[in-house]
């Protein structure tokens, strides 16, 4: 079955330092890979997305994320965490033959100040 | 503002009776989906329309769960007989019809239902 694993449930980091938010999916080809943010009482906003071509993407708020295929996986980094990047973060995966996300269960980021 | 809405944003109700919640999706979007989010999990689809057509349901839809879409632009969301179990985040999202397969969800605030 299509799973997306999301391995790290809380990551902590200091203001002003680097990011990476790990992302791995289980599916036989290649899908559509998104990432969004949550924050408390907002909805999901779209980070980035990956379809084809460029395997690092770019996306809002300085984030970026890197798909490779080899390792099925779509990290999400970010070079200098500000503390309003505090929120919930959600890899979603869509596969071909249907338009629902498939979601991992998400990284809660904390920013020390 | 012309993005998703959702009301009500909070539902509190007892076991065993109805609940119904609507979703206003942005205006030129004929894709509209439901999801259930509980707490410490990601979003889990329940089920799609484009336009006013149902065409996929999850099997988290249960009997008691039904989605309409009457006349292809805001959407309900109808619980009956709720159980504590029902207790989530109810989200609704919409997305245009555009070439090249999926395309962004939009997603609005959520309504937070707690089944007492």
């Known amino acids: 079955a299509q799973s997306v694993t999301q391995p790290d449930i809380h990551i902590t980091v200091s203001e002003g330092a680097s990011l990476e938010l790990r992302c791995n999916y289980s599916?036989?080809?290649?899908?559509?890979l998104f990432w969004y943010v949550q924050s408390p009482g907002q909805g999901l906003q779209l980070l980035l997305k990956?379809?084809?071509?460029?395997?690092l993407v770019q996306g809002i708020k300085g984030f970026e994320a890197e798909f490779k295929r080899s390792q099925s996986s779509f990290n999400l980094r970010k070079p200098s965490v500000h503390w309003s990047d505090a929120a919930e973060y959600f890899c979603?995966?869509?596969?071909?033959?249907?338009?629902?996300?498939?979601f991992g269960t998400g990284t809660r980021l904390k920013v020390l100040a | 503002d012309t993005g998703v809405s959702q009301d009500p944003r909070h539902k509190i109700t007892k076991r065993g009776q109805n609940v119904t919640f609507r979703c206003d999706p942005i205006?030129?979007?004929?894709?509209l989906y439901w999801y259930r989010q509980t707490l410490g999990q990601g979003p889990e689809f329940l089920t799609y329309?484009?336009?006013?057509?149902?065409?996929?349901k999850s099997r988290l839809l249960s009997d008691r769960f039904s989605a309409e879409r009457p006349k292809g632009s805001f959407s309900t969301l109808e619980i009956q007989r709720t159980e504590q179990g029902d207790s989530a985040m109810y989200l609704c999202?919409?997305?245009?019809?555009?070439?090249?397969?999926?395309?962004?969800?939009?997603f609005g605030p959520g309504t937070r239902l707690t089944v007492l």
């Open positions: 979603a995966v869509g596969l071909s033959g249907t338009y629902k996300y498939i």
């Open positions: 329309f484009q336009n006013e057509a149902q065409l996929e």
């Open positions: 205006s030129e979007h004929n894709r």
């Open positions: 599916y036989g080809a290649t899908p559509y």
């Open positions: 999202a919409s997305s245009p019809t555009l070439a090249g397969g999926h395309n962004e969800q939009f």
């Open positions: 990956y379809f084809s071509g460029d395997t």
